[in-house]
């Protein structure tokens, strides 16, 4: 069974799904004292504050551009409606604006590449948002008044979308803007991308609600919140799986061992020849098959967990399970692998250069493009002859190196 759907979709809703949900049970039972009255409109400058100092912090621009931009919207929202101010058409002009300038931007942060906070690339986001306000700021001039109407254009009769006070366009924007962010997170799924999902999705609801100011700050307050626990979550991911395989990695590995119970066994798994593999073929294949033996490690049969050990060098955990149980999902995941089909890239994408790294020379290149990708696995359980977990990974080893001097492409127990 292909249990990645699920993962994803749990990914996916941890921690954000989590955390919008608890501000709507906390709306919909109103358990919030009175008090809360005078500190929920200065709760979310808090959050933004909190998560633009954190993300300065651990250099992440994203999330620092969005918690401004939330600032921003968020204070211009206080000031003009939220505030409980006489509406005009200036104030529906705000609404319509940043309902739709809200869902573009996150999902403009969600698709940049990760730049850091240097001074460049600090100066040009800050001209673009400085830009978004100097164009809601002139739509509010009544001699501009036609080009304001665009915002609150009506493509189908008002009586469908009765439950939402957003303009048609902006409605638009946020479905198209909700797609593209799930989408975003179904290719790379990590902790940041889901934020912004779901931040998205508590700006929706905060927007919807603003003629309830209270209810409006504490969405704006989860969304704020859901980016600032994505940003720890995304150090945890950083800190624990591995950038190119998505498998957990050396330190999880270490983690998982001391919650092992009495019976458990370990599998290390290398990939075969894969040093002559790099210098034939180059390093960006190399990296190549490494992400395709991470991907069948990570569906693994038997109840087997997988992690990057180092190098072309992986590690299975069986909890619970002795060697001689575990034999045939790794003899099924040697197979799996074996049979994978592989393709290097053409010589055309590699060009020879002097600064290029692990690049193949002309006379290495492959007459083929197809290649087939094997492993050697070593298995072994904790025993009394092996009750500490470094015996069992040192006894796994040496099972391991058996396979490789009777031939690779085997497992040895």
Known sequence: MNTRPLSLLYLLAMPGGLLLAASALIV??????????SVLPWLPYAVFAASALLSWRFNKSRLLWAAIVLTLVYGALSLYI???????????????AVALLVPMNLVGFSLMEERGTTMPVGLLWSGLIFGQLIVVAALCRPELGVAAAYLQRAFIPRQFLQWTRFPQPALVVFVVASIVLVVRFCFRPKPLEGGFFWALISLFIALNGVAAPQTASLYFSTAGLILLVSLVEMSYHMAFRDELTGLPGRRAFNEAALKLGDEYSVAMVDVDHFKKFNDTYGHDCGDQVLRMVGSKLENVSGGGRAFRYGGEEFAVIFSDQAADDVIDHLEQLRHDIETAEFVVRGPERRKKTSSSRGKASK??????????ITVSIG?????????????????????????KEAGRNRVEA
Do not use: C, H, M, W
């Open 28 to 37: 919909r039972f109103s358990v919030l004292p009175a008090s809360a009255s």
């Open 379 to 403: 298995v072994a359980d904790r025993d009394r002859r092996r009750p500490d977990f470094d015996k069992v990974i040192r006894a796994a080893d040496k099972a391991l190196y058996r396979a």
């Open 82 to 96: 939220l505030s409980g101010s006489e509406s005009t058409s200036a104030t529906g002009t705000i609404f319509a």
């Open 363 to 372: 006379s290495k290149q492959p007459k083929r493009n197809g290649v087939q």
